[in-house]
């Protein structure tokens, strides 16, 4: 009877064991990529307000800018600064832009969206592919607000 209990007690430390370190108990589950392989793309859904075109995260500082996360965009048209309120899945966007620097890569009309100067300050959803080299592949950009 002791012997049994002895082995049903490890048998029992072990599963809770095995399932504290299971990355599914953390949460951490990785997700499919849309192409396998290649960068780790994943649509990706950003919400926020493109404030100005043709400057910088330092000019944005050096004027006091609104509140949020702020990230300087890169594209053929030159540099936007984009303050992001939403995003689908926050923790991959933390963890790709760290440096809050992004290049922007999408089709000309897609980009003149983007920056046209009456989009400024107004609410976009701007949905693309977000590589692990901190480039956004933008399908769409869609004026919410």
């Keep these: 009877m002791t012997r049994a209990r002895k082995v049903f007690t490890a048998g029992l430390g072990l599963a809770v064991l095995l399932a504290a370190l299971s990355p599914a108990v953390w949460a951490q589950n990785p997700r499919i990529p849309v192409v396998p392989f290649q960068n780790f793309n994943e649509v990706t859904r950003v919400t926020g307000e493109v404030l100005c075109v043709d400057c910088t995260l330092a000019d944005m500082r050096r004027v006091g800018a609104a509140g949020g996360s702020l990230y300087e965009f890169h594209s053929a048209y030159g540099n936007a600064v984009l303050r992001v309120d939403a995003v689908d899945d926050a923790t991959r966007w933390a963890s790709v832009t760290q440096?809050?620097?992004?290049?922007?890569?999408?089709?000309?009309?897609?980009?003149?969206?983007?920056?046209?100067?009456?989009?400024?300050?107004?609410?976009?959803?701007?949905?693309?592919?977000?590589?692990?080299?901190?480039?956004?592949?933008?399908?769409?950009?869609r004026v919410v607000g």
């Design 99 to 141: 440096g809050k620097r992004l290049t922007v890569r999408a089709a000309d009309p897609v980009l003149r969206t983007l920056t046209a100067e009456e989009n400024l300050s107004r609410e976009l959803e701007i949905t693309g592919l977000l590589s692990s080299d901190r480039t956004l592949d933008v399908a769409q950009v």
